[in-house]
Each structure stands twice: as C-alpha cells, then as structure tokens.
C-alpha cells in the first residue's frame, strides 16, 4: 500500500485478491488490501498494489487478515 497510507497507525482489515479460473481451477493472486470507514456513504476503502489493471469479469475477493496467532493455532 502507499506511503501515505504506511505512515497510519491503522493497519488493512482485509486481503485483496483477483480469483481466475484457469483448467478448471480458481488461482487466487492477492492485489492489494481494504479498510474500513467510519462512513455509511464509503464504508470501504481498496487500495490494489501499482499496475494492477482489471479486465472483462474480473472477480474480486475481500478476505479477513488473521494475526499470527491465529495462523498458529490453525
């Protein structure tokens, strides 16, 4: 994410991904990260990493970030 917003104590709530299916299976590629808003107006904000274009039916997947504690226990 940007420098702007790395200078913010508040870190992404969630994971960005582009999900393509490709012989039949779903490649997930991670793209960029989202926050949550205070606002009802914008109650999210995505932020895709520098060069991420998105084409034709492109499927975007939003997905919780675990701490490491939780990928530990899992």
Known sequence: WS????KTAKRPD?????VAERNGKDIWTRVGVAFKNDSED???????NPGITLTGD?????????????????
Do not use: G, H
């Open 3 to 6: 420098d702007k917003m790395a």
């Open 42 to 48: 914008a109650p999210l904000t995505i932020l895709l």
């Open 58 to 74: 492109t499927r975007l997947v939003l997905s919780t970030i675990k701490s490491k504690e939780e990928v530990a226990a899992a």
């Open 14 to 18: 969630y994971s960005v991904s582009v």
